[in-house]
């Protein structure tokens, strides 16, 4: 049972235009997400984060939007750079039960010159 | 200020054979959590330690086991190794909501 969801596992933006990542997910107890960005034989990168008490955060480029009653986030980044090219994670956690995160199963995103 | 670091880059064991991984957590952050990423699939939750002590793992035999020092280090071990154990291993500690992750233990099985 997957509780959280990534249903594209990729994703063509070309250079300059918006990337729309999106993640689902089922259970109802989640009450922060996040995302992470991972190169290739490296280790997952913090992104951003927001709680469930907020349904929009941005950093820079990065801006989340967490959709509670779809329980569906998304993360936008703008404008899209060939260095963000990479796979997204997301991943959901229970306040108050350590940072024992499930993750989606990713998102690669290539951004085209 | 230093990441998680985690040793070996690289380890290649035979089946059957165990595997110890090693992980330093970020100066100041008591919680260590392991992740196991196989090929083509997303990070699956394996263990956490805080002060020292296994708070919750995830659904791996007991064969995967590991324990946390007082330092906050951590070690895992992978008991009697199979093909299937050839992975990416993650290592992160956690400052509130967040999680860091070191570069991980790639572990090959033959």
């Known amino acids: 049972d997957q509780q959280v969801k990534q249903n594209s596992p990729s994703l063509s933006v070309q250079e300059g235009r918006i990337s729309i990542l999106n993640c689902d997910y089922t259970?109802?107890?989640?009450?922060?997400f996040l995302w992470y960005k991972k190169y290739p034989a490296e280790g997952p990168t913090f992104l951003i984060s927001i709680s469930s008490i907020k349904d929009k955060n941005e950093d820079g480029r990065f801006t989340v939007f967490l959709n509670k009653s779809a329980k569906h986030l998304s993360l936008h980044i703008v404008p899209s750079q060939p260095g963000d090219s990479a796979v997204y994670f997301c991943?959901?956690?229970?306040?108050?039960?350590?940072?024992?995160?499930?993750f989606g199963g990713g998102t690669r995103l290539m951004v085209k010159p | 200020e230093a990441g998680v670091t985690q040793s070996p880059t690289h380890l290649i064991k035979t089946r059957g054979q165990q595997a110890t991984l090693r992980c330093s957590p970020i100066?100041?952050?008591?919680?260590v959590y392991w992740y196991q990423q196989a090929l083509g699939l997303g990070l699956q939750f394996l263990l956490w330690y805080d002060e020292g002590e296994e708070r919750n793992r995830g659904n791996f035999p007991p064969r995967f086991s590991g324990r946390q020092f007082p330092n906050y280090s951590s070690e895992l071990n992978v008991n009697a190794l199979e093909l299937e154990d050839s992975a990416l291993y993650l290592c992160?500690?956690?400052?509130?909501?967040?999680?860091?992750f070191g570069e991980g233990s790639w572990l090959t099985v033959v």
């Open positions: 992160a500690s956690s400052f509130w909501n967040t999680i860091y």
């Open positions: 100066s100041g952050h008591t919680s």
């Open positions: 259970n109802s107890m989640f009450d922060y």
């Open positions: 991943a959901a956690g229970v306040n108050n039960a350590g940072n024992m995160l499930t």
